[in-house]
């Protein structure tokens, strides 16, 4: 049973197109995230929800926009795909309360702009 | 601002070897630290998070230490294993955010 599941696992695509990546948690957890890995695989924070409202919303460009239709699922929609948008994307989910918080993270989706 | 770094970048090691990785923080009001292990290609596993009212947390042959006055987490391997070869990341959060800052991680190989 995956835990956190991201689609697709990979992505190539043309610069100036749109695409969206999904993930979906199975662990009832009440917080999402994207996360940023670059090429030199510094991981970053790009955005969080919490119960479906947006609580982490880092420096970002506005071509990147997330959306959660519930709990579960937390979207990554990208308009105007750039060069530098070449990276791995993570999802990852997590229970708040007070104490042990793990992040639970999916497996990536290996996006390559062309 | 919060910056977190590790050394070293890279190591290599026969096995059977005990190991410390090290991770410091510059900011030490931090909420709890974990330590991450990443297999290429593959997502982030949690290896264990240490509260900030911790010193050390253990799982197997994994020993976490947190010294948070002073910025610093160790993470020690014991009797090191060519299945441990995988890239380890550490990360703080902070009080009142969700938000981890990772560390720019050290890549291990152990070999036979």
């Known amino acids: 049973d995956t835990a956190v599941s991201q689609t697709p696992k990979y992505l190539v695509t043309q610069m100036g197109n749109d695409k969206s990546i999904k993930c979906e948690q199975n662990?009832?957890?009440?917080?999402m995230y994207w996360y940023k890995q670059d090429s030199k695989k510094f991981l970053k924070i790009m955005f969080s929800?919490?119960?479906?409202?947006?609580?982490i919303n880092e420096t970002v460009p506005n071509r990147f926009s997330p959306k959660s239709p519930d709990k579960a699922h937390l979207n990554l929609h990208i308009n105007s795909l750039e060069l530098g948008d070449s990276a791995v994307y993570f999802c990852a989910s997590s229970q708040r309360k007070q104490g042990a918080e793990t992040q639970y993270f999916g497996p990536g989706t290996r996006l390559l702009v062309l | 601002k919060q910056e977190v770094t590790q050394i070293p970048a890279a190591l290599s090691v026969p096995e059977g070897e005990n190991l410390v990785l090290n991770c410091s923080f510059t900011d030490s009001a931090i909420y709890n630290l974990q330590w991450f292990r990443q297999d290429p290609g593959k997502g982030l596993t949690s290896l264990l998070l240490?509260?900030?009212?911790?010193r050390e947390q253990t799982s197997g042959r994994l020993n976490a230490s947190l010294d948070k006055s002073s910025g610093r987490s160790t993470l020690y391997i014991a009797a090191s294993q060519p299945g441990d070869s995988a890239t380890y990341l550490c990360?703080?959060?902070?009080?009142?955010?969700?938000?981890?800052?990772f560390g720019t991680g050290t890549r291990l190989q152990v070999f036979p």
């Open positions: 240490i509260q900030s009212s911790q």
């Open positions: 662990l009832g957890h009440d917080t």
């Open positions: 990360a703080v959060r902070r009080y009142n955010t969700d938000k981890l800052i």
């Open positions: 929800y919490n119960n479906k409202e947006l609580i």
